[in-house]
């Protein structure tokens, strides 16, 4: 059928007699609330599931999988989703009655080979949470679903991306204003009581009304008696008590013991560790002090107290910076010496022409990921030798840098060690505090600028290379994909090719949009690439993760309304484009890009990053507006964005950079399927 043929057939703006909303604002509300639910799922699970704050993209592709399967529903049932609402709220209760946290008893900061955790164990809670959320998704995805079919191919795309926007930008000013979960909750129910028309009284109580209730009440309860900040990383907890009548405040992350504010001079009296740095500088001035992780202020505290005239803190989590500056009981974020800013570490040092006589990164660990990046951490920027040559840089003579974490691995140890004097071109100073625990390592701007207590025995074989902008993964040890990612990610693949058949009926069905899908696996790893590019480029920070995705559905949004009302070259030449695009963002190095002022700097990254984006959904736009079938088709675009999510973690091997020849290499395959009729097409 064609675009104008469907447009005659739909003329009509009303909606279908059994639903009071029209096609238009209905698609809008639809589309909004499938991608605020599939944010706040993301959120949510992973504050109270320990496990996902290390796999944020597994509740992602669950996401993918039930927005596929929604469309794919459609013309196979009339009847409404009502399971979705009512499997929420098992969702809720489950994680609600069954968190996954770790065991109090647990010290110092977490990563994957020392996690002790209270709860149900991963092989049982995870794939239930990526059942369920599939399911929950698919629910709104089928009401998008429905209103495709009534609208002109291109016209519902459109209102389906204008709903996206609104979906993201509703939660993304939840998530400036600290709301809730309960007001995501709340958001839900609305959401589902617009959505789904009634029946009967009867069903519209007891599987919309009842469910929405409980999910509702559960993220009250959570709300109102956890006594939880909620930051735009963290479900923040703290608890205050006395030790050796010392006031202390610990706060705990997503159910993760986290950090302490504990008064500096009995910090340095119990660990004295934390005054190395201030030992192994040779400089004993002490006039510009920079600390990236400032957290709570402990560590603001002790340069405070070790003479420092002036201190930049740089603090990722506006509330753990709020709850530093009430509650610390040495008040040092009150000092009129100190200047906070909520910022990423790396982005800072990338922004400032400020020089420090010490720079320290002080315990800076986030126990969490970015989100829409699979294996990307929030301080993953901060290990990199290219980071530290950039805190080298902002060194003023005989000035010195120091880091200090509870590393755990001696490999860990020597590898940023290894980093250290690779930036510095000497090497570093290395304290270890009991066996593979906690280490302090201070480099000196030159071997002058430190004095080691022992010099540092060198890397050992055992040892990897120093972490880079481009495979910035400083706790994995060999250049692969660990084990458990794949057997997680084969399983994933395998649920996902059983439902598929089970909801959609043969794979021959959506063999005429094989080139669909393959463009939808390409799609998800240039938006992969984006995030970890402009996350490189500017912060890691919540706001940059948020207008990315925004920026992204702008370009997608673009080429749509560019398709609609303009005459656009054949599809040969279009793909041509994609691949100029992807060639000139493989080409230009991150390293040239960090050196321009931000403001072209900004300029820059957006051409290169949304050219090829713009480009391929031109593409997608063209073939889409063409399709027999547009339900079938979009499913298949989304079930190759499921995919995509699986195959981004190529560049644990690869690197970031090199997503772009995979997609490169999807594109080129997308082509090579694309129907003999569609390849001389010029829409108008």
């Not at 604002?25 to 639809?30: F, G, N, T």
């Not at 940059?544 to 309304?561: D, H, R, Y």
């Not at 100029?580 to 072209?600: R, T």
């Not at 820059?604 to 997608?620: E, G, H, K, R, Y």
Request: proline fraction near 7%; charged fraction near 15%; glycine fraction near 8%.
């Amino acid at each position: 059928m064609t675009m104008q043929a469907d447009a005659t057939l739909h003329e009509d703006d009303g909606a279908p007699p059994d639903h009071w909303l029209p096609v238009r604002p209905r698609l809008v509300v639809a589309s909004a609330f499938m991608l605020f639910l599939e944010l706040a799922l993301i959120r949510w699970t992973g504050s109270n599931i320990v496990h996902l704050s290390y796999f944020t993209n597994f509740v992602l592709l669950g996401s993918f999988l039930g927005i596929g399967l929604g469309f794919l529903r459609v013309g196979r049932s009339k009847r409404q989703p009502y399971y979705s609402p009512v499997l929420l709220a098992v969702l809720v209760l489950v994680v609600s009655f069954f968190p996954v946290v770790v065991n109090r008893e647990t010290e110092g900061v977490l990563y994957f080979t020392s996690l002790s955790t209270s709860g149900p164990p991963a092989w049982l809670i995870l794939p239930i949470i990526f059942v369920t959320a599939a399911l929950v998704l698919m629910g709104p995805a089928e009401l998008v679903g429905r209103c495709f079919p009534e609208l002109p191919r291109l016209e519902a795309y459109r209102f389906d991306l204008i709903g996206s926007l609104i979906g993201i930008g509703l939660f993304t000013l939840l998530s400036f204003l600290s709301a809730p979960p309960l007001v995501w909750g709340l958001v839900a129910a609305v959401s589902y009581g617009v959505l789904l028309r009634p029946k009967s009284i009867a069903v519209h109580f007891g599987l919309v009304i009842a469910p929405s209730v409980l999910v509702v009440t559960a993220l009250a309860l959570e709300t109102f008696t956890a006594g939880a900040l909620w930051s735009p990383y963290y479900k923040v907890t703290e608890t205050k008590f006395d030790r050796d009548g010392v006031p202390i405040m610990r706060i705990d992350v997503n159910g993760i013991p986290h950090q302490e504010a504990i008064p500096a001079a009995r910090r340095l009296e119990w660990e004295p560790q934390y005054g190395t740095p201030y030992d192994r500088a040779a400089t004993k001035t002490l006039d510009d002090v920079l600390i990236v992780g400032a957290g709570s202020g402990t560590d603001v505290a002790i340069a405070l107290a070790k003479g420092a005239k002036r201190v930049d803190a740089v603090e990722i989590d506006p509330k753990l910076r709020e709850l530093g500056g009430t509650f610390h009981p040495d008040r040092p974020y009150q000092d009129p010496r100190v200047t906070t800013h909520i910022n990423d570490g790396r982005a800072f040092l990338e922004r400032t022409d400020k020089k420090y006589d010490l720079i320290l990164f002080a315990l800076p660990d986030s126990l969490t990921l970015v989100s829409g990046a699979s294996s990307l951490r929030l301080e993953s920027y901060l290990f990199t030798e290219q980071a530290m040559r950039s805190a080298q840089e902002h060194l003023k003579p005989g000035g010195a840098f120091a880091m200090y974490n509870y590393y755990r691995e001696i490999w860990l140890m020597d590898r940023l060690a290894a980093t250290a004097q690779a930036a510095f071109g000497h090497k570093p100073c290395v304290d270890v505090v009991g066996w593979g625990q906690q280490a302090v390592i201070t480099a000196g701007l030159t071997p002058a600028d430190q004095v080691c207590a022992s010099e540092w025995g060198g890397a050992s074989a055992d040892t990897p290379p120093p972490t880079s902008d481009d495979r910035p993964f400083l706790y994995l040890h060999d250049t692969s994909i660990p084990m458990l990612y794949l057997v997680a990610l084969g399983l994933i693949l395998l649920v996902s090719l059983l439902a598929v058949r089970a909801v959609a009926g043969p794979f021959r069905t959506m063999r005429p949009y094989a080139d669909l899908f393959l463009l939808g696996v390409g799609f998800l790893l240039l938006e992969t690439k984006n995030v970890t590019g402009f996350a490189l480029l500017f912060g890691t920070t919540w706001l940059v993760n948020a207008i990315v995705f925004g920026g992204v559905l702008v370009a997608v949004l673009a080429a749509v309304e560019v398709t609609r009302r303009f005459r656009t070259p054949s599809l040969p030449v279009m793909y041509g484009v994609v691949l100029a695009g992807l060639a000139i963002g493989w080409l230009v190095p991150n390293a040239w890009l960090l050196s321009l002022p931000v403001p072209l700097r900004l300029v820059t990254a957006v051409v290169i990053a949304f050219l090829p984006i713009f480009a391929a959904n031109v593409v997608f736009a063209k073939r889409f507006a063409e399709t027999e079938n547009g339900t079938i088709a979009f499913g298949a675009n989304l079930l190759g964005a499921m995919v995509g999510g699986c195959l981004e973690y190529l560049a644990l091997v690869v690197g970031y950079n090199a997503l772009l020849i995979v997609a490169g290499l999807l594109y080129l395959g997308a082509f090579a399927l694309l129907p003999r009729a569609a390849r001389g097409s010029v829409t108008a």
